[in-house]
Nanobody
Framework: QVQLVESGGGLVQAGGSLRLSCAASGRTFSMYGMGWFRQGPGKERAFVAA????????FYADSVKGRFTISRDNAKNTVYLQMNSLKPEDTAVYYCARKRTGLYSNDSLSDRSEYDYWGQGTQVTVSS
């Protein structure tokens, strides 16, 4: 059983930055890609960013390109999401998830069934 625990959320003013972390249990972290999703008030959970097993390739939703950066440290079993230039519309609960397949097409990245383990989420609130 894999456990994912997010941290780093909070309240920030528009234009500010936050860094989310997701710590994974177990010894297989480096064998899987990882992703971040978010769910805003009254919205479905949506893809934000993903990275391959090595962290060498990253993918982003259009809404966060140029502002968010996903990275990982396999020695620490941790994936990060650096969020800069935050906007009120970024307000959401942010979830990390383990990608169960090695497919990285647009459809695969945003398909929640492609991810097999999820964290409990961390709240990010951006005030205007």
């Amino acid at each position: 059983q894999v456990q994912l625990v997010e941290s780093g959320g909070g309240l920030v003013q528009a234009g500010g930055s936050l860094r989310l972390s997701c710590a994974a249990s177990g010894r297989t972290f480096s064998m899987y890609g990882m992703g971040w999703f978010r769910q805003g008030p009254g919205k479905e959970r949506a893809f934000v960013a993903a990275t391959t097993r090595s962290g060498g390739t990253t993918f982003y939703a259009d809404s966060v390109k140029g502002r968010f950066t996903i990275s990982r440290d396999n020695a620490k079993n941790t994936v990060y999401l650096q969020m800069n230039s935050l906007k009120p519309e970024d307000t959401a609960v942010y979830y990390c998830a383990r990608k169960r397949t090695g497919l990285y097409s647009n459809d695969s990245l945003s398909d929640r069934s492609e991810y097999d383990y999820w964290g409990q989420g961390t709240q990010v609130t951006v005030s205007s």
